[in-house]
């Protein structure tokens, strides 16, 4: 066998372990649940929406009725592809509050309420129940647990 032939070999040896293992790692603690030092855990795609809010929001009257409001034609932005991007998605309740302060800009005194979740590692957990007037200071609240993507000693 030349030489040539030898590192061709060695090189499809090397390449098909390599592959192997990028193959089965995953399995090892998915599948088989084992846990090792050297073999991380898969997380792919982990904690992608976490964070996120989805909300409707609504003008009380004063009879207590409640009007949906469109948050894109409110500020001006029907088509939602060309809004901005903290208005297409609100990322915790600091963007639920931006965006609420944005309406309460553009429509003027009114009483703006919304219904609102936020994406925890749990699941889906209630933020707002429309139980505040978003236009006024809203009272101290503690943090919602699991609202924050950990951090990764990676990034």
């Known amino acids: 066998m030349t030489t040539t032939a030898r590192r061709a070999r ?4 090397v390449f098909v372990v390599v592959a192997a293992a990028l193959f089965l790692m995953p399995a090892y603690r998915q599948v088989f649940g084992l846990r090792s030092r050297f073999v991380r855990d898969w ?13 409707e929001f609504a003008v009380r009257g004063a009879d207590g009725r409640e009007t949906p409001v469109d948050r894109y034609a409110a500020v001006g932005r ?23 302060g944005e309406l309460c800009t553009r429509l ?3 009483d703006l309420r919304a219904r609102a979740s936020i ?6 957990v209630p933020l707002h129940a429309g139980e505040h007037d978003l ?7 503690p943090p919602v647990a699991g609202a ?8």
């Open 10 to 13: 060695a090189r499809a040896i």
């Open 43 to 55: 997380e792919l795609f982990n904690e992608v929406g976490v964070g996120l809010v989805v909300a």
């Open 78 to 100: 029907p088509d939602r592809a060309a809004a901005p991007r903290w208005l297409r998605s609100m990322q915790g309740e600091t963007g639920l509050l931006r965006v609420a």
């Open 108 to 110: 003027g005194p009114v």
């Open 119 to 124: 994406a925890t590692m749990d699941g889906w």
């Open 135 to 141: 236009c006024r200071p809203l009272p101290p609240r």
């Open 148 to 155: 924050r993507p950990r951090g990764h000693e990676d990034r």
